[in-house]
Each structure stands twice: as structure tokens, then as C-alpha cells.
């Protein structure tokens, strides 16, 4: 899987900063594995910016 390979490139960055159910964008550190939303979303990041990349 691509996203995990490139997993430092900025586009990934950028789609794991998104949460996937709202589309609101979240700072978060290469080090911060966890998607927590305010939405209610909450899901690691790999699963979040995957979903994201899929919208
Ligand atoms: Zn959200």
C-alpha cells in the first residue's frame, strides 16, 4: 500500500491532518498515531488519512 510506503511524504502529512468524516483539518505530529475529531471521530491515523485519499 502506497500511503503506508510514503509514509513521511507531505501528502500524507496532509491527509492525515484530515479527518475523513467531517473534512476538518487537524495539526498533528508524525508522532501522534491517533485521529481524534471533535466530530466523534476517532480512528488511527493510517485508517483516517486512507479513508481520506478514498473520498
Ligand atoms: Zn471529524
Given at each position: ?10 501528502a ?6 484530515t479527518?475523513?468524516?467531517c473534512g476538518?483539518?487537524?495539526k ?6 491517533w ?21
Amino acid at each position: 500500500m502506497w500511503l503506508v510506503r510514503c509514509g513521511h511524504s507531505e501528502a500524507y502529512v496532509k491527509t492525515s491532518q484530515t479527518c475523513p468524516d467531517c473534512g476538518v483539518k487537524k495539526k498533528k505530529t508524525l508522532a501522534e498515531r491517533w485521529h481524534s475529531c471533535p466530530c466523534c471521530c476517532e480512528k488511527h491515523r493510517n485508517v483516517a488519512s486512507a479513508q481520506v485519499n478514498l473520498n
